[in-house]
């Protein structure tokens, strides 16, 4: 992408940036090689971004023991790079007949299944790595937290950013007063989708597809090419729309900064209804189909401890007021903390680098609170340590649940009349009958969370 932003002036830390990007596999086999402990991956989701996760996974060392893919053709280049992988076309079949020879499960599926398959992985004891966001509803992000901790395996979500040292450092100068109070946060996009209308011709499934699985629980629909490979997305059907894809990502550091999973937390809440979430989103145009073409979603925060109430703001296609910037350049992508001292800027899709605002004061900033959070270089590499009980991942379900939940929130604002008011600790909408039946969707038969 390109960056017309001077990046010099970018604190990036010391950590690799681009953990998701840049591997050394012969030094990492070694290392990993080193520690005599392999484990058994297997894939959902073996083309596109699966590739690229078990690529990262089989660089440090790891074994690749099985590939579900619902179209061979498509994961053909996988397939033939892991050879001794075996292949499958249904992923509870894989987990049945493989069940005791598989460690941990990477999902790289379309959203609308990332729940179906990371729920049958955990319910089987495995540890998983789900990509971004955590599912396609509310409902199922709630689902996949609550069975991450009744199972007790270890688990990553998929926003790679979240390994970068210059994002764990924000979140500390951020966490440790250098910023004041923080109040607010605004998150934008340079992007947005559309309105979308059904195909009305239907052309044959491709032999190598199997429409039926890949459809998973979602409501059938005559196959059409429109929808694959990656034009999913902007459905609603299927994917989450630039603001539930790239949220995970671009709203990293604001929904950690401002600690906003306390909401979840039952006995977190400073008052009374501490639980509960206002959210309201003006989308362009309303689409049963696809997702507005651009849009402003304000979501609003009680106390949560010693924290004071804040407000989230996040944009597709639109940007917050100039003068929050403080003098500095608005890039096309945008992470803003806005605190009684002064503010933080990132304007990395993945949050991997930041700048402290107004410049004039923070130069030379390298003050701040000790480092308390942990480092690594590579996030796929934190997951598998975890599974072998070193260490823990810093984008588990018990985050990136909470992190989902709210960007399908705004999606679903988007629906209705806002605003709705969400209660975090009973996973319902209090004030809206239609919105409230829209945090999860009816499954066709065979299918369940």
């Given amino acids: 992408m390109k960056n017309s932003l001077p990046r010099r002036r970018f604190l990036t830390a010391s950590a690799l940036v681009t953990s998701q990007l840049l591997i050394l596999p012969n030094k990492r086999r070694a290392l990993a090689a080193a520690a005599n402990d392999q484990l058994r991956v297997a894939a959902i989701g073996a083309a596109g971004q699966g590739r690229s996760n078990l690529d990262q996974v089989a660089a440090l060392g790891e074994t690749i023991v099985a590939l579900c893919d619902v179209d061979h053709a498509h994961a053909a280049d996988t397939f033939k790079k892991y050879p001794r992988a075996r292949v499958f076309k249904d992923f509870r079949r894989m987990l049945d007949e493989m069940g005791g020879e598989i460690d941990a499960v990477i999902v790289s599926t379309p959203d609308h299944t990332h729940a ?5 992985a955990i319910e089987r004891g495995k540890h998983v790595y789900c990509e971004k966001p955590l599912t396609r509803t509310v409902r199922e ?7 991450a901790q009744r199972h007790g395996v270890v688990t990553q979500m998929g926003n790679q950013g979240s390994a970068a040292g210059a994002l764990r450092r924000a979140v500390e100068l951020a966490r440790g007063g250098v910023l004041g109070e923080i109040r607010e946060a605004h998150v934008w996009f340079d992007g947005g989708n559309g309105p979308l209308e059904r195909p009305r011709d239907t052309p044959p499934v491709p032999e190598t597809l199997d429409w039926d699985r890949w459809l998973g629980p979602a409501e059938f629909r005559p196959y059409h090419p429109c929808y694959l490979p990656g034009a999913w997305r902007g459905w609603r059907a299927f994917g989450s729309g630039i603001v539930g894809d790239f949220g995970c990502h671009t709203a990293n550091i604001a929904f950690r900064a401002l600690q906003l999973d306390l909401v979840w937390k039952p006995g977190a809440a400073a008052t009374p209804g501490g639980h509960r ?23 609003e925060f009680p106390a949560r401890g010693p924290l004071p109430p804040a407000k989230l703001v996040l944009y597709a296609r639109e940007k917050p007021p100039a003068d929050l910037m403080l003098g500095w350049p608005m890039g096309g992508w945008g992470d803003l903390l ?20 107004p410049e004039d004061r923070f130069e030379g900033f390298k003050g701040g609170p000790p480092e308390t959070l942990p480092r690594t270089d590579n996030h796929h590499r934190e997951w598998l340590e975890a599974c072998k009980g070193r260490g823990q991942t810093f984008s588990p379900f018990r985050l990136g649940g909470p992190l989902t939940e709210l960007l399908q929130l705004a999606n679903l604002a988007g629906l209705v009349e806002g605003p709705i008011e969400y209660d975090a600790l009973e996973g319902r909408i209090l004030n809206h009958p239609r919105a409230d039946a829209l945090l999860h969707r009816e499954y066709r038969p065979g299918w369940r969370i």
């Fill in 116 to 120: 179906v398959a990371a729920l049958a």
């Fill in 338 to 357: 806005v605190g009684s001292k002064g503010a933080l800027y990132s304007e990395c899709p993945w949050n991997t680098r930041y700048v402290l605002l």
């Fill in 141 to 147: 992000a709630r689902a996949l937290r609550e069975a």
């Fill in 277 to 299: 979430i206002r959210v309201q989103t003006w989308p362009s145009e309303v689409n049963a189909e696809g997702y507005p073409r651009a849009s402003r979603t304000v979501l």
